[in-house]
């Protein structure tokens, strides 16, 4: 099993910059991704390989990993930022692969 | 436009089975992996398990095996994830999602079914 560790919760003011971890066992040496999940609906894809961003998702969402942490950055946040933020990594031991969702991160803006 | 419709929500008692469904459109079905993920009330994302439309090749989660049975019927690009006898305890809301084998991603989620099981 891969654990992935993330901090609860965060909280930013409009405006600034908002920092999420995501730390795992050398989890540089693996692509992550990271997904937002708003109240009531179904998670969205912000980051795929570490900081490839899908089409329509801001330039203020940003993401970077090297040796045991990988974080997501929310440059300039905005009220529509507030949200549930979850890490997410493949992991094979031997003949097993399994796909590890980080603990999430709820992000508050103040 | 790829969709992942998924069937509608449930109110079950312990003991009862039950088939939940996720209909694929907008793309080529046996192309992608499809999962599903588990939402407790409150909690977070698990990974239950996946199946290839394609050959039906399929895997689970440690956590899951033996627990559900994911399959799909690629004729109606619908994958299904089953309980026999379902426990109060797997009350949650289940996603599918279409899966990016080049990296593992997800890059389309079902909208979720709710299942209560409640007596």
């Known amino acids: 099993s891969y654990v992935l560790t993330q901090p609860p919760s965060v909280s930013v003011a409009p405006g600034q910059t908002a920092r999420i971890t995501c730390g795992g066992n050398?989890?540089?040496?693996?692509?992550v991704h990271w997904y937002q999940q708003k109240p009531g609906q179904a998670p969205v894809l912000v980051v795929s390989?570490?900081?490839h961003r899908p089409s329509g998702i801001p330039e203020r969402l940003s993401g970077s990993n090297s040796g045991n942490t990988a974080t997501l950055t929310i440059s300039r946040v905005e009220a529509g930022d507030e949200a549930d933020y979850y890490c997410?990594?493949?992991?094979?031991?031997?003949?097993?692969?399994?796909?590890?969702f980080g603990t999430g991160t709820k992000v508050t803006v103040l | 436009e790829v969709q992942l419709v998924q069937s509608g929500a449930e109110v079950k008692k312990p003991g009862e089975s039950l088939k939940i469904s996720c209909k694929g459109s907008?793309?080529?079905?046996?192309?992608?992996?499809i999962g599903w993920v588990r939402q407790m009330p409150g909690k977070g994302l698990e990974w239950m398990g996946i199946?290839?439309?394609?050959?039906?090749?399929?895997r689970y989660s440690p956590s899951f095996q033996g627990q559900v049975t994911i399959s799909v019927d690629k004729s109606i690009s619908t994958a299904y994830l089953q309980w026999s006898t379902l426990k109060a305890s797997d009350t949650a809301m289940f996603y599918c999602?279409?899966?990016?084998?080049?990296?593992?991603?997800?890059?389309?989620w079902g909208q979720g079914t709710l299942v209560t099981v409640s007596s």
């Open positions: 050398n989890i540089g040496s693996k692509g």
């Open positions: 907008g793309y080529s079905f046996t192309d992608y992996w």
């Open positions: 997410q990594v493949w992991d094979s031991s031997g003949d097993h692969t399994s796909y590890f």
């Open positions: 390989d570490d900081s």
């Open positions: 199946i290839y439309p394609g050959d039906s090749d399929t």
């Open positions: 999602a279409r899966f990016v084998s080049s990296s593992w991603y997800v890059d389309n």
